[in-house]
T-cell receptor
């Protein structure tokens, strides 16, 4: 079945450091890929998405590129801020049905001043 | 900004009590979901609905039940709460565009969550 794997956390970075959170997926079809973010005490919200191979999603300085050849969708940001401290979830949804969204286990990020 | 609301945000109750977690959305979305989020952050789908009078069980078995009498409302009920039910419960919704002959985006809109503690 479909699945999503993320790098384990927690990840701790200093302010202005470069961030990469790895995400790889297994899917039988041609999924859409997502990154969701969960700030402390809140629900999840969509950060960015990509619907086909080589698409780049971007938002709030974060980027991720849909790599079909490596089945990956790594999240990157050039310079993190304290306000980026949150849990990040990689997810996929098959376009054929969209019956379910498959989430990765989440990666906790702490950014220290 | 998503228009999906959960109440209560926090609830502490004793064992054996009946509780209902409310979830409402004003976006007219057909599909709604309940996820349970454990302390390790992982999300587990426990219930979902395609629309009015539709309810389905998710991947994680749950003693809770749901109903969908109105499009905008998807409450979750525990008839007799136990300490093992202590968790964060997240409600979400999405459009079901296939019903309208269009490809879905797959994007979910989440409420802020209900944190339940059963003593």
């Amino acid at each position: 079945g479909d699945s999503v794997t993320q790098m384990e956390g927690p990840v701790t970075l200093s302010e202005e450091a470069f961030l990469t959170i790895n995400c790889t997926y297994t899917a039988t079809g041609y999924p859409s890929l997502f990154w969701y973010v969960q700030y402390p005490g809140e629900g999840l919200q969509l950060l960015l998405k990509a619907t086909k191979a080589d698409d780049k999603g971007s938002n709030k300085g974060f980027e991720a590129t849909y790599r079909k050849e490596t089945t990956s969708f790594h999240l990157e940001k050039g310079s993190v801020q304290v306000s980026d401290s949150a849990v990040y979830f990689c997810a996929l949804s098959e376009k054929t049905s969209y019956d379910k969204v498959i989430f990765g286990p989440g990666t906790s990020l702490s950014v220290i001043p | 900004e998503a228009d999906i609301y959960q109440t209560p945000r926090y609830l502490v109750i004793g064992t054996g009590k009946k509780i209902t977690l409310e979830c409402s959305q004003t976006m007219g979305h057909d599909k709604m979901y309940w996820y349970q989020q454990d302390p390790g952050m992982e999300l587990h789908l426990i219930h979902y609905s395609y629309g009015v009078n539709s309810t389905e069980k998710g991947d994680l078995s749950s003693e809770s039940t749901v109903s969908r009498i109105r499009t905008e409302h998807f409450p979750l009920t525990l008839e007799s709460a136990r300490p093992s039910h202590t968790s964060q419960y997240l409600c979400a919704s999405s459009e079901y565009l296939q019903k309208r002959g269009r490809p879905n985006t797959g994007e979910l809109f989440f409420g802020e969550g209900s944190r339940l503690t059963v003593l």
